[in-house]
């Protein structure tokens, strides 16, 4: 499948910052999620945001959409060391549900 | 806690064994998933079973066999694997068909694979 693309690939804070993720993708979707994946474990759902909403929170998470850009953020608040892990953007396309996965960001937090 | 249980956690085989990846979820989902992924990298999808039924093939060598028994379990047979192969197998459900469509994927915590 076609990767999206997600910035920055890495990106390390000091813990209580906030954590900012990009992804863009290239086709048109049914919907976008955010995975969160520690170190050699399996990925965790975060949030998902449909193609005709525009932001969206989740407790520390707050995601938004720009369709006419296509592209999404993920924003992590006030970060925690437990917030340390692999960030990975997921596409859902319209056409045929097939879901896209971006690159990942990997995201360290410093206590 | 992941409601999607992989075993083993680790497996090391040589290229002439025969061993399996076994998968099991019970949240009354009908759509299960393998995928492989090389560290550092995003998960790649290998099969989708939808109703128990094949429906996707991503065009995966013979030497991985998947087999969906029933609604709940899912297995990968592996066998004459290449060092290539060496990764971590991730298993993957959720409520119908249609991988994203419906929702989230459910993943189990994977099994890591080794071939010597």
């Known amino acids: 499948s076609q990767q999206g693309e997600e910035d920055p690939q890495a990106l390390s804070i000091q813990e209580g910052e906030n954590a900012t993720m990009n992804c863009s993708y290239k086709t048109s979707i049914n919907n976008l999620q955010w995975y969160r994946q520690n170190s050699g474990r399996g990925l965790v759902h975060l949030i998902l945001?449909?193609?005709n909403e525009r932001e969206k929170h989740s407790g520390r998470l707050r995601v938004t959409l720009d369709t006419s850009k296509k592209s999404s953020s993920l924003l992590i608040t006030a970060s925690r060391a437990a917030d340390t892990a692999s960030y990975f953007c997921a596409t859902v396309s319209k056409s045929n549900y097939q879901l896209i996965w971006g690159a990942g960001t990997k995201l360290i937090i410093k206590p | 806690d992941t409601e999607v249980t992989q075993t083993p956690k680790h497996l090391v085989m040589g290229m002439t064994n025969k061993k399996s990846l076994k998968c099991e979820q019970h949240m009354g989902h009908r759509a299960m998933y393998w995928y492989k992924q090389k560290a550092k990298k995003p998960p790649e999808l290998m099969f989708v079973y939808s109703y128990e039924k094949l429906s996707i093939n991503e065009s995966v060598p013979s030497r991985f066999s998947p087999e969906c028994p029933n609604s709940s379990l899912l297995n990968l047979h592996l066998h004459a694997l290449q060092p290539e192969d060496s990764a971590l197998y991730l298993c993957?459900?959720?409520?119908?068909?249609?991988?994203?469509?419906?929702?989230?994927?459910?993943f189990g915590e994977g099994s890591r694979l080794t071939v010597l």
């Open positions: 993957a459900s959720n409520l119908v068909p249609g991988q994203g469509a419906s929702g989230e994927l459910f």
């Open positions: 945001i449909r193609s």
